[in-house]
């Protein structure tokens, strides 16, 4: 027996993501309730904004410090650190559009990484190389003042290292899911390093000096978080950077919630040799290119097609590497056999969403040249559409499942959930099985159903009220691609 009040609640319920109610029968089974679809349809696709059904652009709430140190690497990147800064990027943008205020950090040197970071459409603040070797020397000998005196010695030569308790300052300090092996550590200038540069990320960069810096005034007491975006194998040493913040910074900024988003291994197949990230990308361009030639022949040549095949390489490597929860180990396909195995599924994902991007825009391009061509009237006032021709379950499930729920979505995938300790959850992959979903629902639809119907009055209806469904779906399609940072596709 269902409460009378619920019943109520649902009758009287003006929730914009919900359909009206229009009557509810209490059955043995349960409760029977029936929607009007035609006014849920009329409300999303005629009336309803299009910009309510996307996340708003908020007020600045606070600051979020993003760090991914093996951007501070001077040797070439591996797969499993291109996860990170991936997902550190992915981060960055879901958390700016929720409306907080993003600092990246490290600052790279400029060049830095450039082959890699640039082809994926990661945006990264950088120094010019002469900048980065002098920023912060001022700093790093406050800092190092500091470690010894916690170390209480001091070092008879620039090559020697200071010895410091961490176990000791946990232990004083009750700080909870610090990996127990922790002891002394080794401090040198790589550590002092992370350290400075982390403080001053903290503290609003002042004056500046780091592209991308929050102002000052935005820094406030419990308002910023400090996310250490970490490879699961140097987790065990950016606890000790954690640790070392707190132990010689100099400013209350240090105090701030620090939590670390570790990120799970990549392996690669067996009988493969070990590759970095830039032969990894290498490989799934020229993979691409290749399955590109297979299908369209000679016709893949010139800027168009590169650039083409550079954002779908790029959509390829990111759900790939990000489609996943973060935590989990990833088995990344090298070898001749990479097309059977299961983790190849990761890699056609990111082809088929484009796939589908590039069906709808090419869909609304037909329709625009048809319409020059005499064939078809131009598109009425959307207050005249007859929403209620939209019979199909499919066409219910676009709506209801992927173009009212999106906004929601999108905030939750900027959501961190906190895990024991220091620790913390990301649902960046969220938005990378939306999509998916979404173009596998669509793909059925628009194989089985004729949106561009004859050219003749009495079919005009369900042609308009399909293709404006449709129009919403890319909209929201466009959304979610513009927040991974992956451009849609006008052709394919």
């Given amino acids: 027996q269902v409460p009378s009040a619920l019943i109520a609640d649902l009758m009287s319920s003006h929730d914009l993501r919900l359909p009206t109610v229009t009557d509810c029968v209490q059955t043995e089974s349960g409760l029977a309730v029936r929607f009007d679809r035609r006014e849920m349809y009329s409300r999303v696709l005629g009336r309803h904004p299009a910009s309510d059904l996307m996340i708003a652009k908020r007020e600045l709430r606070s600051s979020v410090v993003v760090n991914c140190p093996c951007l501070q690497r001077c040797e070439p990147l591996t797969p499993g650190h291109l996860r990170s800064v991936l997902l550190a990027h992915q981060l960055s943008r879901l958390l700016s559009l929720d409306g907080y205020h993003v600092y990246k950090c490290p600052a790279i040197k400029e060049g830095a990484h450039v082959e890699v970071l640039k082809p994926l459409r990661v945006e990264w ?42 176990q000791q300052f946990v232990s004083t300090h009750c700080l909870e899911g610090m990996d127990p092996n922790l002891n002394t550590v080794l401090v040198d200038d790589e550590y002092l390093a992370q350290v400075v540069e982390l403080e001053a990320a903290l503290n609003g960069c002042q004056g500046g000096e780091f592209p991308g810096a929050p102002p000052t005034s935005i820094i406030c007491a419990g308002g910023t978080r400090l996310l250490h975006i970490v490879c699961c194998e140097e987790e065990f040493n950016q606890q000790k950077v954690h640790l070392l913040l707190q132990l010689v910074g100099q400013s209350d900024a240090v105090k701030m919630q620090q939590r670390h988003v570790v990120v799970g291994s990549v392996k690669t197949g067996e009988g493969t040799s070990q590759v970095d990230a830039l032969d990894y990308l290498r490989l799934r361009r020229a ?28 959509a390829t490597v990111k759900f790939e590497l990000l489609s996943s929860a973060h935590r989990s180990t990833l088995p990344l396909e090298l070898g001749e056999g990479a097309e059977r195995a299961s983790a190849a ?12 991007s590039a069906r709808l825009s090419t869909l609304f391009q037909n329709y625009r040249t048809a319409v020059k ?44 959930e906190p895990a024991r300790g220091i620790h913390a959850t990301a649902h960046t992959d969220v938005l990378y099985k939306f999509l998916v979903e979404l173009s596998m629902d669509f793909s059925s639809y628009y194989n089985r159903v ?16 399909r293709l404006r469904l449709l129009e919403r779906l890319q909209e929201v399609m466009h959304a979610a691609m513009s927040a991974l940072g992956l451009p849609p596709l006008k052709q394919i």
């Fill in 287 to 314: 993979q691409m290119k290749e399955a590109s030639v297979m299908k369209y022949g000679n016709s893949v040549q010139g800027p168009e097609w590169e650039e083409i095949i550079d954002v779908m390489t790029a």
């Fill in 125 to 166: 603040p950088t120094l010019p190389a002469e900048k980065t070797a002098a920023h912060g020397k001022k700093e790093k000998a406050e800092r190092e003042t500091r470690v010894a005196n916690e170390a209480k010695s001091a070092r008879s030569s620039p090559d020697q290292m200071y010895r410091v308790n961490l």
């Fill in 345 to 356: 599924r990761g890699r056609r994902s990111g082809t088929f969403v484009m796939y589908n």
């Fill in 450 to 465: 004729r949106v561009l119907s004859e050219p003749v009055p009495h079919l005009s209806g369900i042609m308009f009220a």
């Fill in 373 to 416: 061509q005499g064939m078809y009237p131009k598109f009425p006032e959307v207050s005249s559409l007859d929403f209620s021709l939209l019979n199909e379950e499919e066409e219910w499930r676009l709506l209801y499942n992927y173009i009212v729920p999106f906004g929601e979505l999108l905030s939750r995938s900027s959501h961190l």
